[in-house]
């Protein structure tokens, strides 16, 4: 697994309104970041990726959030 720092890479901006826990939306510039850690990831990720704690896991264009009332939904831009 690769650990790659994506905000080297993106800014980000939190999604407003902030989504239900329950209903987290996908998209290509849509990602996740877990308020234990702070680690981001895609949220549809082609390549393994997981947060440090282990609440985000994805890989293959899937993501398990094992607790959805951690994660903060923000949107990435290039930089």
Sequence with gaps: ???????????????????????????????YECTDCSVIISSVPRIESACACGNLKGGDGKVVIQDPAKVNVVRGKLK
């Design 1 to 31: 697994m690769m650990k790659i720092d994506l905000r080297k890479i993106y800014k980000f901006t939190p999604v407003t309104p902030p989504p239900a826990p329950g209903k987290l939306p996908t998209g290509g510039d849509l990602y």
